[in-house]
């Protein structure tokens, strides 16, 4: 119990990485659907870095800092787009952009 | 003993505030819940001894992507309440566990095979950010130039697409018309 293992971090990122997923879900607002895939981006970390440290191997952080690039990223083009669509259309409701009718 | 402590109550810290962002209604207590929780996660990369991550992670997320979130927050009408989908919880829910049920099956698989080798162990004497600038820069020099690469991309696109009229092409605009808007410029100034 007092003694903080690799399943402790294990544990940790899966209750978060779910409360991300509950959050991609459940949201219809587009923006908050960004926070939650940002939610779901730092679990991931959090296992990458805890591996790391375990395992005394540094590849770990390596790919956390890489994830953390394509998280930088992704949000500049994505809140551009949002900002574009927002423009257009005065709304950023998920439910707004089915243009498809199937 | 403080290792745990401190373990436990960031875990603790961490959950509510990523809780709070994923089911509150008010975008604003979303976007301070999540740069909170941002904070709070740089807590177990410096308990785990990644002290270069743990700065990164402060300095990129609640630095960078927090001030563009809240940039791009005053674009949209973030003062009413969020509409939410109206869907089966329970289905919601178990799905969500049972996708992340998976995730940390697929890191732990190699963990419990026991067939784990470092392949760049962690050099004797060197600080944390030191041996990240020697593997960085020797072993992942190629995927870091190409993430550079992929920043500017992003730079690029972000400008691009929130720039005041750059949807507008100048090529495809008459000559005229540009005139007009010239004027028309002069008149409000």
Same mark, same amino acid.
Do not use: C, E, H, P
């Given at each position: 119990m007092m003694e903080i293992g690799l399943n402790h971090y294990l544990v940790l990122s899966t209750i978060l990485f779910a409360i991300g997923l509950i959050g991609v879900m459940r949201r219809k607002n587009l923006l908050l659907l960004f926070f939650a895939t940002e939610i779901l981006l730092n679990s991931v970390n959090i296992a990458f870095a805890a591996i790391s440290h375990y395992y005394g191997d540094l590849t770990g952080q390596m790919f956390a800092f890489f994830v953390i690039a394509i998280a930088a990223s992704e949000v500049a083009v994505g809140l551009g787009l949002l900002i574009v669509w927002h423009k257009r259309h005065g709304n950023i409701d998920l439910e707004t952009m089915t243009s498809m009718r199937g | 003993m403080f290792e745990a402590i401190a373990f436990y109550l960031f875990s603790f810290l961490t959950i509510t505030m990523f809780f709070i962002a994923v089911t509150t209604s008010q975008a604003l207590y979303a976007l301070t819940a999540l740069a909170a929780g941002m904070i709070f996660i740089s807590a177990f990369f410096f308990i785990l001894g990644a002290d270069f991550l743990g700065a990164i992670q402060i300095v990129v997320y609640s630095g960078a992507v927090m001030a563009l979130y809240a940039f791009g927050m005053m674009?949209? *009408?973030?003062t009413r309440d969020v509409k939410e989908k109206q869907g089966n919880k329970f289905i919601i829910v178990g799905m969500g566990v049972l996708a992340a049920v998976l995730v940390v099956v697929i890191f732990a698989a190699p963990i419990v095979g026991d067939? +784990?080798? /470092? +392949?760049?162990p962690m050099i004797e004497g060197a600080g944390n950010t030191q041996e990240v600038g020697m593997v960085l820069f020797t072993k992942y020099l190629v995927p870091f130039e190409v993430a550079a690469v992929m920043l500017l991309v992003a730079m690029i696109a972000g400008i691009v697409l /929130?720039? =005041? =009229?750059? *949807?507008?092409?100048l090529t495809l605009t008459s000559d005229d018309k540009i005139e007009e808007d010239e004027n028309n410029k002069k008149v409000l100034l």
């Open positions: - | 674009f949209f *009408d973030t067939n +784990i080798v /470092a +392949i760049y /929130a720039g =005041k =009229k750059m *949807d507008l092409s």
